[in-house]
C-alpha cells in the first residue's frame, strides 16, 4: 500500500472510530455528518468523499464487524453442524458483548430507521449464507432429507436478531441472552434433526429451559 494509500485509510478509520464514539455519546440522532466531519477536523465535503453518507459509515462497521466474527469463528469452530451452528452464535454473542454501549446505541434502529434497512438486510443475507454453510457441511444424516436448511438458517438468523435487539433495549438480561439463544435455535434445528443429532437439540432444549426458568 503506498503512503496516501495508507493516509485515506487511516482517515477512513479515524471516521469509523469518531462514529462509534458520537454514536454511544449521542445517540442515532446525534450522530450527523456535520458533527462527525467536525470531531475529525474534515469539511463535510471531504467526508462524504471519504466516507459517503451516515448509514454508509454504520454499513462499513457492520460488515468489518461481520468479518472479524467470521475470522473467529474459522479459527476456534470445530464439530458436526450442530456444534459449529452454536459455536457460530456463541461468537457473536462475544463480539456484542464485547462493544455493549455501540451496539446498544446501534440494534434498535436497524429495523426502525428506514435507511439502515439495507445495511440489515445485507449482513442478515451474508449471516444466513454462513449459517446454511454450516449446516450443510456435515454429514448428510444430521438432518431429514426434506428439512429447508435455508429456512431454518433465515429463521435462526431472525431469532438471534431479536434476541439482540431486546437485550439492546433492556428486555432481554445479559445473564439469560445465551441461553435464549441455544433454546430458540435448538427448538429450530430439532424439528428437522434425526438420530442423534435430534436428541442432542433436544437436550439443548432441556438445558436451557432449566436455565430460562430456574
Not at 96 to 114: E, G, M
Not at 117 to 145: E, N, Y
Not at 188 to 214: H, W
Request: aromatic residues 6%; contains cysteine.
Amino acid at each position: 500500500m503506498g503512503l496516501m494509500a495508507q493516509q485515506k485509510e487511516e482517515r477512513r478509520q479515524r471516521i469509523r472510530d469518531e462514529s462509534r464514539r458520537l454514536l454511544i455519546e449521542q445517540g442515532y440522532d446525534g450522530l450527523t455528518v456535520r458533527k462527525l466531519a467536525s470531531a475529525c477536523g474534515l469539511s463535510v465535503p471531504t467526508l462524504y468523499n471519504l466516507v459517503g453518507s451516515k448509514a454508509t459509515i454504520i454499513a462499513e462497521d457492520a460488515i468489518e464487524t461481520f468479518r472479524r466474527v467470521s475470522e473467529r469463528f474459522d479459527a476456534a469452530a470445530e464439530g458436526d453442524p450442530i456444534d459449529r451452528a452454536f459455536a457460530l452464535y456463541e461468537v457473536v454473542r462475544t463480539e456484542i458483548l464485547s462493544r455493549p454501549a455501540y451496539f446498544r446505541a446501534l440494534l434498535p434502529h436497524l429495523d426502525a430507521v428506514p435507511e439502515l434497512r439495507p445495511v440489515r438486510d445485507a449482513v442478515g443475507q451474508l449471516q444466513v449464507a454462513q449459517l446454511v454453510h454450516v449446516l450443510t457441511s456435515g454429514p448428510r444424516k444430521t438432518f431429514q432429507a426434506d428439512f429447508d436448511v435455508r429456512l431454518a438458517a433465515s429463521q435462526l438468523y431472525d431469532l438471534a436478531n431479536a434476541a439482540f435487539t431486546g437485550w439492546a433495549v433492556g428486555r432481554v438480561p445479559e445473564a439469560e441472552l445465551g441461553a435464549r439463544l441455544r433454546h430458540g435455535a435448538a427448538l429450530v434445528l430439532a424439528s428437522g434433526a434425526r438420530g442423534a443429532s435430534k436428541q442432542k437439540l433436544l437436550e439443548i432444549v432441556r438445558e436451557s429451559t432449566e436455565m430460562l426458568t430456574s
